[in-house]
């Protein structure tokens, strides 16, 4: 099998699964319970809290468990419009965000917020000047992805902290799920920051917000005011510390794995883009190492999704959940990408444990399925 679907979701660590396996096996108490068996749990949980902190360069109490990206984006999101909105009701955002920030967006402004959208270059990255030009005095929230999931572009996500950094207003959010662990970011100027834990071989069910410690945030989840008062309901103890290890494990080696990546990026652009009627979508330049879009022409991504398939190679159309709705990918839309190209597009996105041997097999397949279609074509 070739697995070339990691942005969908990766394959957790074996040491991530066994730390789940041992935590919920011999620490299941509950970590708010009085007794000792809870207080050590609580310490296990804190623990990891500890050392995500210390991985990102953060303080403890700036960590918020989560279930995920999009939980995390929510609570980034709608925490802080509810929480300013006497300061203001005007919120910045891009039109190539994933649906758990494009959707909360769009809820926000039917509950009386107004949002900017930001276009994007054909590369995929918005502009400083519109971002400026977007700023108002009730501007709240800027909410911007760092690694966009369909297309790999990176958006100018230091440049974004250091303009908003000059005022007090607006906070920066920064939804990191595709980059964590892929591309360093400096956390000193960002407000807010989304992690998940199944992007990054960790479990499916666990999350990180990152909140800067003067940021107030509005709960969304009600009850017994767990993790900080901004998530309530018991732990995932175990989950998370399989989280920790699995940040951890991911950023060890961090130059090298990155290199390897991008290594393997390469090759595979440089031979796609051989092949008869392939467009790639992809800037190597302006994009993270780990994902590569491309559509053949006259051919529907799904159908060579399922062609790779049948040889155990998997991959997605642009994105899993836009595969599913069988929508037009929205980033190649805002990227101006001919619809009939956009409906074509397929993403390959890679993992450290993906291998060169891997890539040349891949080649090989593809190969044979094109030639195969042109044929029939013919
Ligand atoms: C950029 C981006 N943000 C958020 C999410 C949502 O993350 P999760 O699946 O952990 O909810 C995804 C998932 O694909 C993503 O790619």
Avoid: W
Avoid at 209 to 226: A, C, R, S, T, V
Wanted: hydrophobic residues 40%.
């Amino acid at each position: 099998m070739i697995y070339f679907d990691n942005s969908a979701t990766t394959k957790p660590y074996a040491a991530a699964l066994e730390t789940y396996t041992k935590v919920a096996s011999h620490y299941f108490a509950n970590p708010s319970s009085l007794h000792k068996f809870g207080q050590k749990v609580r310490e296990l949980h804190e623990e990891a809290r500890k050392q995500i902190a210390t991985l990102m360069s953060a303080r403890t109490e700036e960590i918020i468990f989560t279930s995920g990206g999009t939980e995390s984006n929510n609570l980034a999101i709608k925490g802080i419009a509810h929480a300013y909105q006497n300061r203001g009701k005007h919120l910045i955002t891009t039109q190539v965000e994933h649906p758990s920030v494009k959707n909360v967006m769009q809820e926000l402004e039917q509950n009386g917020f107004s949002v900017t959208y930001l276009p994007v270059t054909e590369t995929g990255q918005i502009r400083l000047e519109d971002l400026k030009k977007a700023l108002r005095k009730d501007t709240i929230l800027v909410s911007i992805m760092h690694v966009n999931n369909e297309v790999g572009a990176v958006q100018p996500i230091q440049e974004v902290a250091d303009l908003l950094a000059e005022t007090e207003m607006p906070l920066f959010h920064v939804d990191n799920v595709q980059g964590f662990a892929k591309m360093e970011l400096d956390l000193v100027k960002i407000d807010a920051m989304s992690i998940s834990g199944h992007k990054l071989h960790g479990l499916r069910g666990t999350g990180v917000l990152y909140k800067k410690n003067k940021l107030n945030l509005q709960p969304e989840m009600l009850g017994g005011g767990q993790e900080l008062g901004l998530r309530s309901g018991t732990e995932n103890t175990a989950g998370i510390v399989a989280l920790a290890k699995a940040m951890r494990l991911s950023l060890e080696d961090f130059q090298k794995k990155v290199s390897n990546l991008t290594n393997l990026r390469d090759f595979l652009l440089a031979e796609i883009s051989k092949l008869d009627g392939v467009t790639i979508h992809t800037d190597a330049a302006s994009s993270a190492p780990q994902i590569i879009c491309f559509s053949v022409k006259k051919q529907r991504g799904e159908v060579l999704v399922h062609a790779l398939e049948e040889k155990e190679v998997f991959v997605s159309t642009t994105s899993a959940c836009s595969s599913r709705a069988k929508l037009e990918s929205s980033t190649l839309h805002a990227m101006k990408v001919p619809e009939n190209q956009a409906t074509g597009a397929i993403r390959l996105s890679l993992s450290y444990e993906n291998t060169s041997y891997e890539a040349e097999q891949f080649i090989g397949i593809l190969k044979d399925i094109l030639q195969k279609i042109n044929e029939v074509v013919k």
